[in-house]
């Protein structure tokens, strides 16, 4: 098989990034220099957003099955066991087919997602190969890759790294990290913890009573992911020693917590830092490749799964219309950077600099405010969809017509008038949903005769739905010539209106 796209690295983002290119009809090879998946927990969250894109690729029946799946985030007190406050997901249960929060180690993700890219007729996975060398030109990238059986070269028209922070592939193109490094370090260990009676400690837990960040998260049955900051004046051995881990573990879980298990430590810096461009010429960069996330709030392997969701549409687009690659690629570069510097990076630095920075008192204070606020249902919705990653809006994109304020912004899932959600209906392609009393001959559309309110639509209209799920344009009181021309700009030309695949 001839691949269309290389993918190097076959983590969560690059084995999510050949299924979405799959789901799109395009060939790709994933090269991958370690078989062995790491045992480290690692990213243990899936929220609402990722959850609908792994369903469009055929993954998310598999990760639910093999995690805990629930409609509550409940972070609690750790000297009290008491809930400092509740999200209800089922709040925006109108909007999300999955209305919660998956947690499932990073591992069992890594497998179930490796396991989906072995099966699917138009992917493969190739272990043991290192990208060692990258050149391009107008028409192809050139990878040098060096294997079992020596050095070898893969050419094809787009490369994607997404062999994370210290891969090769954004050293190859020159691009250096920018942002910020926090000042504090940080000692994380997965852990098994069990009590004299057997019962549950319930789980998030905040130690509101220390200084600095002390938290824990339980991502399977008695097995937690411990995070703390490390003071100043403490060494790095220190920080990771026998006693310092039975500290943290005796200040997070009590007396009861008789029996612990430290599988697994490391110590490490939190980064607020981005490629200063995503894209050069036909490749790409994905994931940590791409950024570094504070793990706050759990976005980071999140966020460059919804990079591969941009990136996969747009990668097959370019392969249908070559003169459009550089248009599309560019659009994916000031998009990602957008939600990434506007949206996901200021939501993770606020809950670090709350977390790591602040007083207990301070904490406390901003968790009793964050209490009072959910008792308003627009706040609940309102924390559901921050926290869901479903919010954030691609403002500067010359794809997308922001005239409307729904453009540039994911569409809510709700039902259409035949009963159907909107994302069970388009099955991750791009649509075109028809709002209201309008008729479009010759196009394929789905129905929505009352819009919701929220969606402030004034007259009957025609929203360009991309396979990603974003708003590309609202038209309002539309006419085929209007819905043409900007079916055309939302693709760069290069996919026909649904349903004139023919003409």
């Known amino acids: 098989m001839k691949p269309e796209v290389v993918i190097v690295g076959a983590g969560p983002v690059g084995c999510s990034l050949a299924l979405g290119l799959a789901h799109h009809g395009v060939r790709s090879l994933v090269i991958e220099r ?12 899936i929220w609402p957003r990722t959850a609908e894109l792994l369903r469009d690729w055929g993954a998310w029946e598999p990760l639910l099955a093999a995690g805990r799946f629930t409609t509550l985030f409940t972070p609690h007190d750790a000297a009290s066991n008491e809930a400092l406050l509740s999200v209800d997901f089922r709040e925006i249960a109108d909007s999300v087919e999955s209305p919660g929060v998956l947690f499932i180690p990073q591992y069992d993700t890594v497998r179930i997602l490796r396991e989906r890219v072995a099966e699917h007729p138009l992917c493969e996975i190739r272990y043991d190969e290192e990208a060692v060398a990258l050149e391009q030109d107008d028409d192809e990238v050139r990878l040098g890759v060096r294997g079992a059986n020596g050095r070898t070269t893969l050419a094809a028209p787009f490369v994607v790294g997404a062999d994370g922070a210290h891969g090769f592939v954004r050293h190859a193109l020159g691009f250096a990290l920018q942002g910020a490094t926090y000042s504090t370090r940080v000692a994380i260990a997965d852990i098994g913890i069990e009590s004299d009676e057997g019962r549950r400690f319930p789980s998030p837990r905040i130690a509101l009573d220390a200084p600095g960040l002390l938290f ?7 097995l937690w992911r411990t ?5 100043p004046s403490v060494g790095d051995d220190d920080a990771l020693a026998p006693d310092a881990h039975a500290k943290r573990i005796a200040h997070l879980f009590g007396e009861d917590a008789r029996t612990s298990t430290v599988f697994w430590s490391s110590l490490f810096r939190i980064h607020r830092r981005h490629a200063p461009n995503f894209i050069s010429g036909r490749v790409a960069l994905a994931g940590d490749a791409a950024h570094l996330n504070s793990p706050a709030g759990g976005q980071g392997m999140n966020a460059g799964i919804h990079d591969t969701a941009n990136l996969a549409w747009r990668l097959a687009c370019a392969l249908k219309s070559s003169h459009c690659a550089k248009a599309l690629l560019v659009g994916y570069d000031i998009e990602r950077r957008e939600m990434q510097n506007d949206s996901i990076e200021r939501t993770t630095d606020l809950a670090t600099r709350l977390a790591v920075y602040a007083p207990p008192s301070l904490k406390r204070f901003a968790f009793a405010w964050m209490r009072r606020s959910l008792r308003a249902r627009g706040m609940r919705r309102k924390a559901c969809r921050t926290l869901g990653m479903l919010d954030g809006r691609y403002t500067r994109s010359p794809d997308v017509d922001t005239s409307h304020p729904l453009a540039g912004r994911r569409i809510g899932d709700v039902a259409l008038d035949n009963g159907r959600r909107i ?32 969606w402030l639509l004034k007259h009957p209209s025609a ?11 609202v038209i309002e009181k539309p006419t085929r010539a209007r ?5 055309k700009r939302a693709f760069c030309c290069a996919s026909p209106l649904p349903g004139t695949e023919g003409e």
């Not at 994302?423 to 394929?444: H, K, T």
């Not at 929203?463 to 344009?473: E, L, Q, S």
């Open 216 to 222: 824990g998260i339980e991502y399977a049955p008695g």
């Open 483 to 487: 819905v043409e021309a900007m079916w």
């Open 423 to 454: 994302n069970e209906q388009r099955r991750g392609r791009a649509a075109l949903l028809c709002c209201g009393d309008v008729r479009l001959d010759g196009i394929e559309t789905l129905a929505l005769a009352k819009p919701p309110k929220r």
């Open 463 to 473: 929203i360009v739905i991309r396979p990603d799920g974003f708003v590309a344009a």
């Open 34 to 45: 370690s078989r062995e998946i790491a045992r480290e927990s690692r990213a243990l969250v």
């Open 227 to 231: 995070i703390a900051s490390v003071a």
